[in-house]
């Protein structure tokens, strides 16, 4: 039994915070809770600059995009030698309450355990438990192998729309959308925008137009909306889970001071990072 939370340098920061909130509920060991990073995977690196296809259209994968580490997650079963149960993460999902061994008891026979998306049709790929002997045929370089060659649309693949109907249902909290409440097991900043850590940072990241045609910017400056530049989360109780667990990762020394300046050089963190810190 292990977890996995799938990263790149940019979410280096908030996937140790997440770490560090799991390591303390105590449920597996600290070295069953590992990082994973798109760099250190040669089908991910060898297919930055490449074409693939994404909601029907031609798109470059970015090597310098925020998300480029989410094709991860289907790396895990091979990680895991096609045996035992691992849970997987996004890097910017914290865990609220410690419900890990309800939500390991309620695998059975599925093939793996999400929430549904918000599309219809659609899973949230982003925290799954997933049985891998099961799942043999996830194999990461031939998903890429496949998505090159146009016969898998990446949103298909993201929303576990190639899986068969094997997929147990989580209810919404188990992984909640910008939403904290009594109910709330995983919070999810899904709005990159909003992401406590991100307010001032220009988000370099691939924005799906409104509808799957719209292009949002335009819309969004009409209604002035902020697309591209990170601002303030708009509920405070969530800044303060991120902050909080912050200072929990540098306090027990999973996090350096010398990373938090490094991150804010590098346009990773807000520049006031500091002051949240000692708040």
């Keep these: ?10 979410q280096s920061i908030p996937a140790k915070v997440s770490r560090t909130l799991l390591i303390e509920q ?25 074409k693939f296809l994404r909601s029907g259209a031609w798109e470059t994968f970015e090597k310098d995009d925020l998300q480029r580490f989410t094709l991860l997650r289907f790396k895990v079963p091979e990680l895991m030698n096609y ?22 008891n309620r695998i059975k026979t599925h093939k793996l355990l999400c929430r549904k998306g918000i599309r219809s049709n659609s899973y949230a790929s982003s925290l799954m438990l997933l049985q891998c002997d099961l799942l043999k045929d ?18 298909d693949l993201i929303n576990l729309r190639n899986c068969d109907d094997n997929i147990g249902i989580l209810e919404d909290f188990w992984n909640d959308f910008d939403r904290l409440n009594k109910n709330t097991i995983f919070l ?9 850590w991100r307010k001032g940072l220009e988000l370099n990241s691939y924005i799906p137009p409104l509808f799957g ?16 530049i990170g601002v303030e989360h708009p509920i405070d109780d969530i800044n303060q889970v991120f902050f909080k667990g912050l200072n929990k990762a540098i306090t027990s ?25 000692k708040k």
């Excluded at 335009?218 to 591209?228: A, D, E, Q, S, V």
């Design 253 to 277: 020394g999973q996090i350096s001071s010398e990373e938090i300046d490094e991150a804010i050089k590098k346009g990773f963190l807000r520049i006031d990072i500091h002051s949240k810190i």
């Design 1 to 10: 039994m292990k977890i996995f939370i799938c990263a790149n340098e940019e």
């Design 83 to 104: 045996k035992g149960l691992a849970l997987v993460l996004d890097p910017d999902i914290f865990i609220i309450q410690n419900k890990l061994p309800e939500l390991f």
């Design 188 to 196: 999810h900043t899904t709005q990159k925008i909003t992401q406590p």
């Design 26 to 50: 105590e449920f597996i060991s600290s070295e069953s809770i590992e990082i994973i990073y798109e760099k250190d995977f040669s089908e991910l690196t060898n297919f930055f600059g490449q």
């Design 138 to 155: 996830w194999n990461l370089e031939n998903f890429i192998n496949e998505l090159k060659d146009g016969r898998l649309d990446y949103e």
């Design 213 to 228: 045609f719209l292009k949002r910017d335009l819309i969004y400056k009409i209604l002035h909306k902020p697309l591209r």
